[in-house]
C-alpha cells in the first residue's frame, strides 16, 4: 500500500528530503515503520522525533491506514 512520508525541520536536513512516497505492508505498525525508516536513514537513530499519522499522534502499535500521510516530526519548542 501506498503512504506519503513528510520530513520537517532537523528531520528534513538529515534526509535530505522534504517527502517521499513508500509501497509498505498493509499490516504495517507505526513502529515497525519507524525501525524501517531508521534502516534507511541510520542518522534517525540519534534524532528525537514523533510520527505524526493522518496529522494525528498515535500509539505505536497502530497499524498505519492506505493512502496515509505520515509527518516525521522534530521536537517541539516554544511556550
Same mark, same amino acid.
Given at each position: ?18 517527502? @517521499?512516497?513508500? %509501497?509498505?505492508?498493509?499490516?504495517l505498525t507505526i513502529? $515497525?515503520?519507524r525501525a524501517y =525508516? ?17 496529522? @494525528?499522534?498515535? %500509539? ?7 493512502? $496515509?500521510?505520515?509527518?516525521? =516530526? ?6
Amino acid at each position: 500500500m501506498k503512504v506519503t512520508v513528510r520530513y520537517f525541520g532537523k528531520i528534513q536536513e538529515v534526509t535530505d528530503l522534504s517527502e @517521499e512516497h513508500w %509501497d509498505i505492508a498493509e499490516s504495517l505498525t507505526i513502529d $515497525a515503520f519507524r525501525a524501517y =525508516l531508521i534502516e534507511k536513514y541510520p542518522a534517525l537513530k540519534n534524532e528525537t522525533y514523533q510520527l505524526a499519522v493522518n496529522q @494525528e499522534l498515535l %500509539d505505536l502499535n497502530k497499524t498505519i491506514p492506505a493512502m $496515509a500521510e505520515i509527518a516525521v =516530526l522534530p521536537p517541539f519548542s516554544g511556550g
